[in-house]
């Protein structure tokens, strides 16, 4: 017997196919292993069963939006994912009526990889205070109370090691970087048609897969998810040498919020701080 | 009889062996596996499943150096570059050796890659059968076997008291000279991989399937980053840029893949796989056909990494058998 949260989800897609409100609905379905969930393209009701909803549904959904551009597409949104919504309607990378927004309040996403499943949530959830889906046109499960912001252990250990042991810290990771972009492409913030990584002229970051350029990929990719970054910590799960590039849009994610006062994706219409410009707004950061 | 080796002399014979070679071998490193250099074998994880990254990274490096240039006396002067360390790989499995031997193809046809000829010469395999595949191996599936020696140079499976040593090459006789091993009469278990991928006539199932839409379904979850591609230990495409220090130009050739936004551009813009469904379908045809009809095996020796990294799990023993699937149904509609 399917879920309540799954079977909520069915009927919903069953009704928006059937209705015409939109072409595709994008949600999970269980993966080949039987055991964790992967993203799900709906466009016949009739498949509208190979939904499901459970606590292996990890993916960042929003960002196949992007590849649905001009068509209407109803998507699958847990709290943080809801997140990426706003940072895309806020950069006008998105129409809102295109999209058919079914929110579920998440019950946090376990630790799990292929063929394995714990029962422990991922750091994301723990750290997570958006459970409830920030827009919705259809919500699962009740809204719940979220806790007061979390504080980030490992962003106060990383401070106090020396600047030498921090540059050897993010050394040793370059070296494992292959620059397979499995960050960027999961990322729902990254959808430059043309990726400063990839550039030829100018040349940005040379071509080695080396730790020189890996360092600045990761580093100017942090940057530009600098008060964009929706925390959905996608590009950490799905990096294959298990990178800590949270670490990096945490860290600026707390600046942004004591800076700015601003928190990633939280409207509809409030675009980052950094790609805004107000008048009488103070230049510089030393006063 | 079987000639042996017990564990304490497999440390001491590697322990030799990095004295004069660089050793690589498995180790792991925060909760990774890799193939890496060891500078002791207390580093190697004799225990380890398949590694997180195959080894291609030892023959097909993921950045490497075609040749220098420089500017001497109003001429240019060209370095090609020479491999000249003797490196042992230690720990390799059979499928990550075969998937090696296929690329012997590819790079040692007329004309032959010159650094990819250098690397196979200076690299000596020592092999490890897998007495418990993992769950996402399909080597048996992909003609393989985990026991199968036929690329490695030496093959150790693991016995009660140490390893049954099999030498298969010259380079393998010449590795192993002075080692003394036993004659023994145990034999080690013969391990199986059980899962059953429907390869057979697959080539075929390809070239009916490929114009069916499933491409592009599949490629609406498919995210199209490179990571299949860089872990694989068969994906072999690469691109070259020149790069510039200090007056001296070195011609660099790095992992590409053909998933990558832009592999096919050529010059004018025109991109002859610009959807991300024929994008996808490539990598499934380059394995399953165009390889083994240009150079006879599939493309793929069943090690199972692409099903363990991919992110959004395309799984290439579900899709070979939706294309088989796939085929049929073409098959039947002709007749």
């Known amino acids: 017997m399917a879920s309540d949260f799954t079977q909520q989800i069915r009927q919903k897609a069953i009704e928006l196919l059937e209705n015409g409100t939109v072409e595709c609905v994008i949600g999970y379905e269980t993966g080949s292993d039987g055991i964790g969930a992967r993203p799900a393209f709906i466009y016949d009701a009739a498949e509208a069963d190979r939904l499901v909803f459970d606590n292996t549904c990890t993916h960042n959904l929003v960002k196949y939006l992007l590849n649905k551009k001009g068509k209407s597409t109803a998507v699958v949104v847990k709290g943080c994912d809801s997140r990426a919504l706003n940072l895309l309607l806020n950069e006008k990378q998105i129409e809102r009526d295109k999209a058919f927004v079914i929110g579920v309040v998440c019950p946090g996403i376990v630790e799990w990889g292929w063929n394995k499943r714990s029962q422990r949530l991922q750091k994301r959830c723990d750290w997570c205070r958006q459970h409830t889906p920030v827009v919705s046109d259809f919500m699962v499960g009740d809204p719940v109370t979220e806790q007061p912001p979390a504080a980030f252990a490992d962003i106060v250990e990383a401070e106090a090691k020396t600047a030498e042991e921090r540059a050897s810290f993010w050394q040793q990771h370059a070296e494992r970087c292959i620059r397979c972009y499995a960050c960027r492409q999961a990322c729902p913030g990254c959808y430059c048609t043309d990726c400063f990584a990839e550039s030829l002229d100018p040349e940005w970051v040379g071509i080695r897969i080396a730790p020189a350029e890996s360092q600045m990929w990761n580093t100017i990719r942090a940057f530009h998810l600098a008060g964009r970054c929706i925390s959905c910590n996608e590009c950490e799960r799905v990096c294959p040498v298990k990178l800590p590039l949270s670490l990096l849009n945490r860290k600026l994610e707390q600046k942004v919020l004591e800076l700015f006062d601003y928190k990633a994706g939280m409207s509809e219409d409030a675009p980052a701080p950094l790609i805004t410009f107000k008048k009488d707004e103070k230049l510089g950061i030393a006063e | ?335």
């Open chain 2, 1 to 335: 009889m079987t000639k042996t080796l017990s564990k304490n002399e497999l440390e001491s014979w590697l322990a030799n062996i990095l004295k004069e070679r660089t050793l690589v071998a498995p180790r792991r490193v925060d909760d990774l596996t890799l193939f890496l250099p060891v500078h002791s074998t207390d580093e190697i994880a004799f225990d380890c499943s398949n590694t997180d990254l195959s080894p291609k990274d030892w023959f097909f490096p993921r950045t490497e150096a075609l040749f220098t240039a420089e500017h001497k006396d109003d001429d240019i002067e060209i370095t090609p570059a020479v491999i000249e360390q003797e490196t042992v790989i230690f720990g390799i499995r059979p499928c990550d050796a075969k998937g090696i031997a296929i690329l012997d193809g590819p790079y040692l046809g007329d004309p032959a890659d010159s650094l990819w000829a250098q690397h196979r010469a200076k690299t000596t395999m020592i092999g490890l059968s897998c007495s418990t595949p993992a769950p996402q191996c399909f080597c048996t599936s992909m003609g393989g076997a985990p026991y199968d020696s036929s690329s490695v140079d030496i093959l150790l499976t693991e016995v009660d008291d140490g390893y049954a040593v099999e030498t298969v090459t010259e380079k393998g006789e010449t590795l192993i000279q002075g080692v003394e091993l036993k004659e023994s009469d145990v034999s080690g278990s013969v391990p199986s991989c059980d899962a059953q991928v429907p390869a057979e006539g697959i080539a075929e199932a390809v070239k009916k399937a490929f114009d069916d839409p499933y491409w592009g379904r599949l490629a609406d979850r498919c995210l199209h980053c490179n990571m299949c591609a860089y872990v694989c230990p068969t994906c072999y495409c690469f691109d070259i840029r020149d790069r510039t220090e200090g007056g001296k130009i070195e011609r660099l050739r790095t992992w590409e893949s053909c998933q990558s936004k832009g592999f096919t551009k050529i010059a004018g813009g025109h991109d002859p796989r610009a959807d991300k469904g024929s994008r996808l379908r490539q990598r499934f045809c380059h394995k399953l056909l165009y390889f083994p009809e240009q150079f006879g095996p599939l493309g793929c020796v069943g090690c199972g990494r692409c099903v363990v990294s991919c992110p959004v799990n395309i799984d290439i023993r579900e899709i070979i058998s939706d294309i088989q699937e796939l085929g049929a149904k073409v098959g039947e509609g002709s007749n």
